[in-house]
């Protein structure tokens, strides 16, 4: 498989976004969250994407010319319309904006809409809490999980995503898809013709299944079962009531060129750390260190960094088949 | 067993209290709150914590005659010293103050510190959400889960609450403690010489146990196992780092009277839900009524309510042993 720089790895997926209509502005956008992705060994929300995205640009599913339209609503609150365009930008729209929001009133938060897939939620939280900020992102997805007892995908695997900063170290982060497990599992036990284990999927009568088949056609079940079904809903509520945006049932799939743009939405809170006056970061280093002193656990994220880390040293796996398929677009 | 009116139920509450050195206003709060547990079937949180609050008020584990100390620390951000008295009344003085807050700045948060058990973490955000605000609580909690991997209690049950307002129709409100069943199933199965099904707890060397004895010197597994422990951390960080609060592990029990006071604390964070212009409590009615219509699903919190008229229509069953208990004290 060849080996692509971090920025040769950015530069095959900008320049593939910018041959299917999409400025150069929010290519370089978008190539940088793929890559970081990859980096980070979140191939899910990797390179992978980067042809579906091309293609929904081309076919306008996306519109890769839109720039994110940024209102002040409150002295805390920002709108951004992410106008069919990548979530990317509009996220990175909010988290330019808010700090400085936060630091006069405490808290801030803004509600994305029209928006598109988030990608990583851990890595906006992320760069806010390097920047000594508390933040929490919720995102709503197309969808995927049922209300409990239901059989219809009323809700999405819906991520959560927090991070902290720490005294001398990267921040605390994170990031909860809300589904047992990735689709992405399911996918590839039907591609092997395997079963899959009871208690990942259901069928689209609601039905436990260990047919992948039958999985794809119904709902994810969500970590934590009828508990984590709730946290679903309180995301949806989150990033789609409250921001306007589309239900995960009126959400258009991520994953192909067909439909009309998704639309859905982020809701993301950001709180200035030092507001409430107590050594708030001093105190996220010492629940650090407790986690740290215990034998067998560590602190979530540590992999991301490790993986990071490998990636900028000796660069990224690239398959032939992934660079074939942007150079066709 | 006896039945009591509510009005009664909240007198024998709060005459226990005033008894154990816990002022008049103190006393009507946390006797209105606990019979508001009792009342919406949630026990645990209901009159059976009178005799422990009482004796630890008696001794000054939690002070009875405390007045939370309120301060505006930027125009979204509200800092609550619980003094170490009841949390209700820091709650409550927090709920008061954040809807003006939130109106002017789009969302606002009140950090509570040196605080107490919190009772039912959907009743604050249910009574705001009523008020047309969409409103989230992180409480932490005396030690109960390790770190996934690890065997030391670093995080509590840790509540997450979330409510949104309706159209016309009471609110959604989401509960959730963090632990997979209640500590109180595991005492149960003690009691009665039972196994605990596997799962459900680790010993004190950080292994799964059926043992309930084993149990109750170990700690709790959270729903969803590895994704739950760290949504427990995250509300560690929020409900005790943020606020300058104990973490668990350094908050004494809130169920007998001996040691320091636990000092825990409480995040709420409430958003306006126009500020962002979308109509977004139209939008939360849509949803509920696509719950609606499947055919065995329903919102979180309905039980609750159902308790509650019953229990308004036909008062409260209250032990002997209860009411002599707190008689004695």
Known sequence: MPTLSIADAQALVAQTLMRCRTSETNARIVAH????????????????????????????????????????????????????????????????????????????AAAIRRSHHCGVAGHPVERLAAAGFVALMFANTPAAIAPWGGSRGLFGTNPIAFACPLPDAPPIVVDLSLSKVARGNILMAQQKGEPIPTGWALDSAGRETTDARAALAGTMVPFGDAKGTVLALMVELLAAGLTGANFASEASSFLDAQGPPPGTGQLLIVLDASAWGADAITRFGALAQMIGQEANARLPGVRRLENRAKAARDGLAVSEALIAECAKL
């Open 33 to 108: 969250e793929l890559v970081a992705a990859e980096a980070d060994g979140l191939k899910g929300h990797g390179l992978s994407r980067a042809p579906t995205y091309a293609a929904q640009a081309k076919v306008g599913k996306v519109d890769g010319m839109a720039t994110p339209h940024v209102e002040t609503r409150r002295a805390g609150a920002l709108l951004v319309d992410a106008a069919h365009g990548f979530a990317y930008p509009a996220i990175a729209a909010a988290a330019a904006a808010l700090p400085d929001m936060a630091r006069q009133c405490g808290v801030a």
